[in-house]
Nanobody, 126 residues
Framework: QLQLVESGGGLVQPGGSLRLSCAAS????????TGWFRQAPGKEREGVSC????????NYADSVKGRFTISRDNAKNTVYLQMNSLKPEDTAVYYC???????????????????WGQGTQVTVAS
């Protein structure tokens, strides 16, 4: 089993920044992909970004490219999502997810991930 715990969410003004963290514990060697997803009220869960633990390859949704940066610290089993230039439309619950295999083409599909965190709220408002 793998446990994921997100942190770092909160309320921020438009144009501001937040850094989300996803700390993994348990059988951390069993997964290669860590993804960030978000879900706003009334909307489907969407992929935001993904990183491969083994290769460091990354993927981003078009809506966040140039504003968000995903990174990892393998020694700490932690993945980060640095979010800059935040917009009101970034408001959502953000989830961390881990999958056994990394897929650079379909990383944004939630069913490819085996483990999920509880989510952290990000609210962008003035």
């Amino acid at each position: 089993q793998l446990q994921l715990v997100e942190s770092g969410g909160g309320l921020v003004q438009p144009g501001g920044s937040l850094r989300l963290s996803c700390a993994a514990s348990g059988f951390t060697s069993d997964y290669d992909a860590t993804g960030w997803f978000r879900q706003a009220p009334g909307k489907e869960r969407e992929g935001v970004s993904c990183i491969s633990t083994s290769s460091g390859l990354t993927n981003y949704a078009d809506s966040v490219k140039g504003r968000f940066t995903i990174s990892r610290d393998n020694a700490k089993n932690t993945v980060y999502l640095q979010m800059n230039s935040l917009k009101p439309e970034d408001t959502a619950v953000y989830y961390c997810a881990a999958g056994v295999l990394y897929d650079g083409s379909y990383w944004y599909i939630p069913t490819l991930y085996d483990y999920w965190g509880q989510g952290t709220q990000v609210t962008v408002a003035s």
